[in-house]
C-alpha cells in the first residue's frame, strides 16, 4: 500500500501559476488608465487639421492591440515534465503508443535535401522503441533528388540510429552533432560515411544526375514515374518504403523505424491548399499504414536536440489527471545559426515562446505549425469520441494501394477533410488556423518548454527571406479575420472572451502598420512644415531568457514589418478578395547562402542583396524621410527661439527612427560589398520621398 501511494505521489508533469502575475495585472490596471487618460485628450482636444486624424487612429489602433495582449499575461502558468517517472507510474516502454512522424519539404532549391534528411534521422533516432516510430517525408515538389536522398539516408540510418543510442548523443541530427567540436572518438568512420551521402547528394542537386542504386523492381517502378510530363504542379503519386521496422535491421540486428517517401498526386485544375493539403494526405497515408495514435508534425529544418521529447509528451497524454479533450502538445521553436543579436528578429520569442506560456493557463497554446504532438483523435473525431480505440497496422500490398487511392488530388471532394476533420484550409497559416479550429471545438493543449529545447530549426538569415515569412503570415491571418470564423465573434463565443483575444492579436497582426506607418511619417512631415503635434516589453523579454541587443533588434524588426510586409500583406489581402490576385503560398528559403553572406549575418550585418524589392523601396523611403526631418528639426531648433518647445517630442521620435535606421543608411551610402541597397532601391525611394514632400506642403497649404 505504502509502494502505491508512493508510486502515485510521483507526478508525470507539473503545472504552477506564474509568481509576476498579480504584479503584471497591477501594471496592466496602471495602463489602462494612462492610456484612457491619452485617448480623453486626444478627443477632447481635436484638431481641424488633416494631419491629428490619422493620429488618432493609430493611438487607437494602439490601445486595441495593446489590450488584446494584455490577454496573455492574464494567467500564465509553467510547466515541469518528469519523464523517468513514466517507468516508475507503470508505464514501461513496450506500453508506449506507437508514433508516426510528418516531416514536409515542397522546394529543393529553397528546402535543401540534405537539411530534410537531417530532420528525419533526429526522429528515427528518439530514444523510443524503433518499432513503434514511423517517419513520414512529404515532398510536396515531388522532387527525384529527394527521393533519391532519403534512399542514400535510410542506408545510413543503419548505422547512424544504433551509433546514437550507444554513444548517447542528444542533438541527433548529423549535421549539427558533426558540427559541434565535442564528438565521440568513435564517431570518425560514421562522419566520413555522412560525408560521402552529403557529397552524393549535393552533386545530385547540380547535376540532376541519380546518386543511388536500385534495390529491386519496386524502386524502378517508383522511379519510372519521373516521365517528361512530371512537373511540381502536375504529377501522379508517388510512395516508396525506404524502411519497414517489420523487416529491415539496423547493423547490430535491432529493429529500424519505418520510413515512408509520400509524393501526394497533384493536378493544375485541383486546389492543393498547400502544406494543409500536405499534412492531410500523410493523415490518411498513415492510418492506411500504421495508424499511430499520436503524431508528431515538424518542419524541414526543425531538427531533435532532445531525445526524449516524445516522453515529454507521453507524460501529458498517458497522465491518469489529464483532460480527456487533450488534443495536442506544442513545443516551442528555438532556432539556431543566428548572428548573436538576432538582427532580423528572427527568434520570435513573443509569438513561440512567451505568448504560449500565456495561452497555457487558458486552453492551451495555439498551433506553431512544427514541434507538435498530435493525437490522432483530434484529427479525426469530436472530443466526446474519445473512447474508441485505435489499432497499429502492418504495411502490407493492400495497406499500399490504398494509401495510393486516399492521396488522389480528387480524393477529399465531397467529404469534411480541411473543414472539419485534418488539417484545416482556408488560410495561408494552416497551423494557426487548425489550432483555433481545435479550441473552437472543445479541444485543449499544452505547451511544453524544456531546457535545453526539445526541437531546433533554421531561421532565416537575410531580410528579405524574413520580410517574405511575415507578409505571408500576415494574410493567411487577415483570411481569417475576415472569414466566418473570425476570432472576435465566432472565437469569443466559441472559446471564452481571453483565448478570443489571444487570437485577435495575431489575426489584427497586419493592423501594426497603421500606427508604425502613421509615427513613420506623419510627425516627420509635421516637423519639416512647422506644424506642431503634439518599458514594460523589455523586462518581459529579459525574463524570457532575451537580451537587451536582441530585444533592440526585435523592436526595430517590429518597426521594419510595420512599413513593409504589413502593409503589403493588407494590400495583397485586399486584391486576392477583389479577385486581382490569387493566394500563393510563398516558402521561406532555408537554403545556407554563400560564404560572403554568411559572414556578413555572423558580424550582424543587414542583408538587402540585389533584388530590388518593393520591401526595401518603403523602407529606404522612410529612411530619407526620417533623416531629413532629424536635420531640419535640429537645425530649426538652433537658428528659432521657441520652435524646440513645440517640436521637442517629434524631433526626439526622428531621432529614435533614425537611429532604427541606421543599417539602411550604411547599406545607402557607406557599404560597397553585395549586401548593399540595390542603386534600382535608392532612385525610386528618393522619388518617393520627394513626393511625399510635396503632398505634405500642399496639404498644409490648405
Not at 517517472?85 to 508516426?100: E, F, K, M, T, Y
Not at 529493429?255 to 493544375?268: C, D, F, G, N, T
Not at 511575415?470 to 493567411?476: H, L, T
Request: with cysteine; proline share 6%.
Amino acid at each position: 500500500m505504502a509502494d502505491t501511494e508512493e508510486t502515485k505521489a510521483l507526478p508525470l508533469h507539473t503545472c504552477h501559476p506564474d509568481p509576476l502575475t498579480s504584479l503584471t495585472r497591477t501594471h496592466a490596471l496602471l495602463h489602462t488608465c494612462a492610456t484612457l487618460a491619452v485617448l480623453h485628450h486626444r478627443l477632447r482636444h481635436l484638431s481641424p487639421s488633416l494631419l491629428h486624424l490619422p493620429l488618432l487612429l493609430s493611438d487607437l489602433v494602439l490601445a486595441f492591440m495593446w489590450a488584446f495582449n494584455q490577454a496573455f499575461h492574464a494567467r500564465r502558468v509553467r510547466r515541469l515534465t518528469f519523464p523517468e517517472n513514466l517507468p516508475r507510474r507503470g508505464v514501461r516502454a513496450h506500453q508506449w503508443p506507437s508514433l508516426d512522424v510528418f516531416v514536409c519539404t515542397a522546394d529543393p532549391r529553397k528546402e535543401p535535401p540534405m537539411g530534410v534528411v537531417n530532420t528525419a534521422l533526429s526522429a528515427m533516432a528518439f530514444d523510443y522503441p524503433a518499432g513503434k516510430v514511423n517517419v513520414y517525408v512529404s515532398d510536396d515538389g515531388g522532387c527525384r533528388v529527394t527521393l533519391l536522398a532519403f534512399a542514400e539516408a535510410a542506408r545510413f540510418a543503419r548505422h547512424w540510429v544504433p551509433f546514437c543510442r550507444e554513444v548517447g548523443v542528444r542533438e541527433r541530427s548529423p549535421e549539427a552533432y558533426f558540427a559541434a567540436p565535442r564528438a565521440h572518438p568513435n564517431s570518425v568512420e560514421i562522419k566520413a560515411m555522412y560525408e560521402r551521402m552529403k557529397e552524393k547528394v549535393d552533386r545530385a542537386m547540380e547535376t540532376g544526375q541519380e546518386i543511388a542504386e536500385m534495390n529491386g523492381p519496386d524502386e524502378h517502378k517508383t522511379f519510372s514515374k519521373w516521365t517528361a510530363d512530371f512537373t511540381r504542379e502536375d504529377h501522379p503519386t508517388v510512395i516508396q518504403i525506404l524502411l519497414d521496422s517489420e523487416r529491415d535491421v539496423d547493423v547490430v540486428g535491432h529493429a529500424m523505424p519505418s520510413l515512408i517517401y509520400v509524393s501526394r498526386e497533384k493536378r493544375p485544375c485541383v486546389h492543393h491548399h498547400f502544406k494543409a493539403g500536405a499534412l492531410n494526405a500523410l493523415t490518411r497515408v498513415s492510418a492506411t499504414m500504421t495508424n499511430a495514435p499520436i503524431i508528431l508534425t515538424l518542419d524541414c529544418d526543425m531538427n531533435c536536440n532532445d531525445p526524449q521529447a516524445p516522453q515529454r509528451a507521453l507524460c501529458h497524454f498517458l497522465d491518469p489527471d489529464a483532460p480527456p479533450n487533450l488534443a495536442y502538445v506544442q513545443f516551442p521553436q528555438h532556432f539556431r545559426g543566428m548572428d548573436e543579436n538576432d538582427i532580423y528578429g528572427c527568434e520570435w520569442k513573443g509569438p513561440f515562446q512567451i505568448n504560449p506560456i500565456g495561452m497555457d493557463g487558458l486552453r492551451g497554446p495555439d498551433f506553431e505549425g512544427t514541434g507538435c504532438f498530435f493525437r490522432r483523435r483530434a484529427l479525426h473525431r469530436e472530443p466526446l469520441l474519445l473512447n474508441s480505440k485505435e489499432r497499429d497496422r502492418n504495411i502490407d500490398a493492400s495497406n499500399l494501394d490504398m494509401a495510393h487511392r486516399v492521396t488522389r488530388c480528387t480524393y477529399e471532394n465531397g467529404t469534411k477533410w480541411g473543414a472539419t476533420m485534418g488539417f484545416r484550409y482556408g488560410s495561408l497559416v494552416e497551423d494557426y488556423f487548425t489550432g483555433y479550429r481545435l479550441h473552437c471545438e472543445g479541444w485543449v493543449s499544452v505547451f511544453c518548454d524544456p531546457q535545453p529545447p526539445a526541437f531546433v530549426g533554421d531561421a532565416p538569415c537575410n531580410l528579405q527571406d524574413s520580410l517574405i515569412q511575415c507578409m505571408r503570415w500576415s494574410i493567411g491571418l487577415l483570411e481569417v479575420l475576415f472569414s466566418k470564423y473570425n476570432t472576435i465573434a465566432f472565437g469569443v463565443k466559441n472559446i471564452n472572451l481571453l483565448m478570443g483575444m489571444c487570437y485577435s492579436h495575431y489575426a489584427f497582426w497586419a493592423f501594426w502598420s497603421i500606427p508604425i506607418t502613421t509615427y513613420a511619417f506623419l510627425p516627420q512631415l509635421a516637423l519639416l512644415i512647422g506644424v506642431p503635434m503634439f518599458p514594460k516589453d523589455l523586462f518581459i523579454f529579459l525574463r524570457a531568457n532575451g537580451t537587451i541587443r536582441r530585444w533592440w533588434n526585435n523592436q526595430r524588426m517590429w518597426m521594419i514589418r510595420g512599413v513593409t510586409c504589413f502593409p503589403l500583406a493588407s494590400i495583397q489581402f485586399f486584391f486576392q478578395n477583389c479577385g486581382i490576385s490569387g493566394s500563393t503560398f510563398n516558402l521561406t528559403g532555408k537554403a545556407r547562402h554563400d560564404d560572403e553572406q554568411s559572414d556578413r549575418y555572423a558580424r550582424g550585418i543587414f542583408e538587402f542583396g540585389t533584388v530590388s524589392s518593393p520591401f526595401f523601396v518603403s523602407l529606404a523611403t522612410v529612411a530619407m524621410i526620417n533623416l531629413v526631418a532629424f536635420w531640419v528639426g535640429l537645425v530649426r531648433a538652433v537658428l528659432e527661439e521657441g520652435y524646440f518647445d513645440s517640436m521637442f517630442v517629434q524631433v526626439v521620435l526622428c531621432g529614435f527612427v533614425v537611429v532604427n535606421c541606421w543599417p539602411v543608411y550604411e547599406a545607402m551610402v557607406v557599404r560597397k560589398d553585395g549586401g548593399r541597397l540595390p542603386g534600382e532601391v535608392k532612385r525610386v525611394s528618393f522619388f518617393m520621398a520627394l513626393v511625399i514632400f510635396a503632398i505634405a506642403y500642399l496639404v498644409s497649404s490648405m
